[in-house]
T-cell receptor, first 111, second 112 residues
Framework: KAGVTQTPRYLIKTRGQQVTLSCSPISGHRSVSWYQQTPGQGLQFLFEYFSETQRNKGNFPGRFSGRQFSNSRSEMNVSTLELGDSALYLC??????????FGQGTRLTVV | DQQVKQNSPSLSVQEGRISILNCDYTNSMFDYFLWYKKYPAEGPTFLISISSIKDKNEDGRFTVFLNKSAKHLSLHIVPSQPGDSAVYFCAAGWGSQGNLIFGKGTKLSVKP
């Protein structure tokens, strides 16, 4: 069974640009969550999608958005990038509540 | 306000000895807890979980203990191996909510 796949693995963007990250969950998993990891802050929850609907949202500004497609694949978008958005962005998929399986992440660097 | 806290940023243990990683939480709504292991530049890997109706769950060298009255859980690794060296995250969730609340992690170093 293929794991969670995130693309791209690495990305460099300049301030003010926008970026789209992609996540393909494990087959059969309908819940996809996104997390931001920065040094010293651990993993912070961005949002969760279930059956194409945003079910939960963390405490991030509106520049961070996402969506989920009918095949459960998900994208997250960050507009007007700031230097502080540099982080490892992790996607996780879950079959039901509980255990989340993570992808390898997308390392975003904003310069 | 941090709902899940890992107060020790790092822990160093000798190979073969026990590693004990601790986690405290504040939200009584949490009804399941998980431990993840993370290597640099990789996503977290699920290790073990425990439901709030249990006080212990064991899987090989890994055991998680839950003390609901103290809102405290711990992960025991016995015996510790150098390959266990990584950052360990405690996470908590509730109901059918898909989001997990993570602690900031504890970096475990197991020395040969």
């Amino acid at each position: 069974k293929a794991g969670v796949t995130q693309t791209p693995r690495y990305l460099i963007k300049t301030r003010g640009q926008q970026v789209t990250l992609s996540c393909s969950p494990i087959s059969g998993h309908r819940s996809v969550s996104w997390y931001q990891q920065t040094p010293g802050q651990g993993l912070q929850f961005l949002f969760e999608y279930f059956s194409e609907t945003q079910r939960n949202k963390g405490n991030f500004p509106g520049r961070f958005s996402g969506r989920q497609f009918s095949n459960s694949r998900s994208e997250m978008n960050v507009s007007t990038l700031e230097l502080g958005d540099s982080a490892l962005y992790l996607c996780a998929s879950s079959p039901l509540q509980g255990e989340a399986f993570f992808g390898q992440g997308t390392r975003l660097t904003v310069v | 306000d941090q709902q899940v806290k890992q107060n020790s940023p790092s822990l160093s243990v000798q190979e073969g000895r026990i590693s004990i990683l601790n986690c405290d939480y504040t939200n009584s709504m949490f009804d399941y807890f998980l431990w993840y292991k993370k290597y640099p530049a990789e996503g977290p890997t699920f290790l073990i979980s425990i439901s709030s109706i249990k006080d212990k769950n064991e899987d090989g060298r890994f055991t998680v203990f839950l003390n609901k009255s103290a809102k405290h859980l711990s992960l025991h690794i016995v015996p510790s191996q150098p390959g266990d060296s990584a950052v360990y995250f405690c996470a908590a969730g509730w109901g059918s909510q898909g989001n997990l609340i993570f602690g900031k992690g504890t970096k475990l170093s197991v020395k040969p």
